[in-house]
Nanobody, 120 residues
């Protein structure tokens, strides 16, 4: 079992910045990808960004140029640096991790979510 612990959410003014952190623990061997989804009230869950075990990253068009995902020295940790925040970024942000077995099957794990609110 993999446990994901998130931190860094909160209230910030438009134009401000936040950094979210996610640390995986437990049976972390084999994790191939970690990243972030978000879900705002009345909207579908949206993939924000992810980072693979190779270090390559991808981000949604809605956050490119403003958000940066990165991994810590230990690859069971990921960060989401969020700059130039606007009210449209208000959502619950969920950390996730995926691992593959030798047969190519995948298993996903999810954090509890952390609230990000951008408001004046």
């Amino acid at each position: 079992q993999v446990q994901l612990v998130e931190s860094g959410g909160g209230l910030v003014q438009p134009g401000g910045s936040l950094r979210l952190s996610c640390v995986a623990s437990g049976s972390i061997f084999g994790i191939n990808r970690m990243g972030w989804y978000r879900q705002a009230p009345g909207k579908q869950r949206e993939l924000v960004a992810f980072i693979s075990s190779s270090g390559s990253t991808n981000a949604a068009d809605s956050v490119k140029g403003r958000f940066t995902i990165s991994g810590g020295n230990a690859k069971n940790t990921v960060y989401l640096q969020m700059n130039s925040l606007n009210p449209e970024d208000t959502a619950v942000y969920y950390c996730y991790a995926v691992k593959w077995d030798l047969r190519g099957n995948t298993q996903s794990y999810w954090g509890q979510g952390t609230q990000v609110t951008v408001s004046s």
